[in-house]
């Protein structure tokens, strides 16, 4: 990578992120109701094993949104016009942002920010390869806080690009203040694209949750992987089960390592048991209704003004406006 690019990745964010990394693992798993944050999942690895999620046939997320980017990016860009500075929330591989960018015009920068600090310097450096003339400012950073974007960032017509529904990994309330903080780091009046999953058949969500191919499992299990590896966990992660689950009172698919037996695990020193059949919480993903996502919006601030759909309806494109 080019130190243009890497001297805006802050490296002391490693220690910090190591300590929430912990602290959360240490409070997770004493619960009674054990549970572990998803954004963990995303070391360079666990980042590979989504896009490798995004390729099974099951997952009609990624390609469904493409879809849709790709019919209407055109109309987007008219309605972000010229002159813009996108900001990508957890931008991953930035294999969608192509599509954007070749319909907008005079574009000033574009922002990826993303808590997998590897993985998004490889995704910064290989954009910024295919686009020469673009400014790229890559930030590592966790959106579960509010973010300070560098000073290098131009403020004027900052727009918001959260795409792949990964505002659905945010219960309600995580939701509307992540939109709040976004609003914040925008500014007032700013535009911000978002994808948006939709309700759906069951059967359709829970498989596209659990792949025949295993890989949204070793996906779930990276969390176990990654807690030895940089915590000095002893997890063996052959004893714990990937399920995933509806629930239909939450509206979400929710996924779950369950214990194949009773067991003890260490993780620095502290001792945690499982029963048999004994589960911790990893993730949710919030499915929602066109109607729902709008109250969400609008509680947050923020009013709809376009939506964008496939054909079957499953996945939708947000564009919101900041009122706040
Ligand atoms: N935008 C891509 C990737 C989605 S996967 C797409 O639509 O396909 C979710 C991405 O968000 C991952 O790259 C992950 O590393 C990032 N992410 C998850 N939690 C995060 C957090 N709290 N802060 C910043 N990035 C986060
Ligand atoms: C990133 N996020 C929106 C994905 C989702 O669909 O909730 C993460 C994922 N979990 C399992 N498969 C994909």
């Known amino acids: 990578m080019s130190e243009a690019l890497a001297e805006n990745l802050d490296i002391s964010k490693d220690s910090e992120m190591k300590e929430d990394f912990l602290q959360d693992v240490l409070k997770g798993l004493s619960a ?5 944050s ?3 999942f995303y070391d360079t690895y666990g980042s590979k094993l989504f896009e490798k999620i995004t390729q099974v046939s099951t997952y009609y997320p990624t390609r469904t949104e ?3 980017l790709e019919t209407y990016a055109e109309d987007m860009a008219a309605l972000i016009g010229p002159g813009a500075t996108l900001i990508e929330f957890g931008s991953g591989s930035s294999r969608k942002t192509p599509i954007l960018l070749h319909a907008l015009e005079s574009l000033q920068a574009y922002v990826p920010i993303d808590i997998a600090g590897d993985y998004l310097q490889e995704s910064a450096s290989s954009l910024a390869a295919d686009f020469k003339n673009l400014n790229v400012i890559p930030v590592h950073g966790d959106f579960t806080s509010p973010i300070e974007l560098p000073k290098k960032v131009p403020l004027e017509n900052r727009v918001g690009f959260f795409p792949g529904s990964t505002i659905g990994n945010f219960d309600r ?3 509307e203040q992540f939109l709040r903080n976004a609003g914040q780091t925008l500014g007032s009046n700013a535009l911000m694209l978002i994808g948006i999953d939709l309700q759906k ?3 359709t969500l829970l498989h596209a949750y659990d792949d025949p191919e295993g ?5 779930n299990k990276n969390i176990l992987k990654r807690i030895n590896k940089e915590l000095g966990g002893t997890f063996d992660l052959s004893k714990f089960a990937h399920e995933s689950r509806y629930n239909m009172s939450e509206g979400r698919v929710e996924m779950h390592l369950v214990s194949t037996e009773a067991q003890s695990v260490k993780v620095q020193g502290q001792v945690f048991h499982f029963e048999k059949d004994e589960n911790i919480h990893t ?8 109607k729902g996502f709008k109250a969400l919006a609008e509680k947050a601030c923020w009013s709809v003004e376009k939506v964008w759909l496939d054909e079957c309806q499953l996945f939708s494109m947000h564009a919101i406006r900041f009122k706040g």
Request: charged content about 25%; proline content about 0%.
């Open 201 to 203: 058949d069951i059967s």
């Open 283 to 290: 993730e949710n993903s919030y499915k929602y209704t066109l």
């Open 32 to 36: 009674a109701e054990k549970r572990l």
């Open 38 to 40: 998803s954004r963990f």
């Open 215 to 219: 890989v949204t499992a070793a996906f």
């Open 66 to 68: 493409i879809d849709i």
């Open 173 to 175: 309330a995580g939701a």
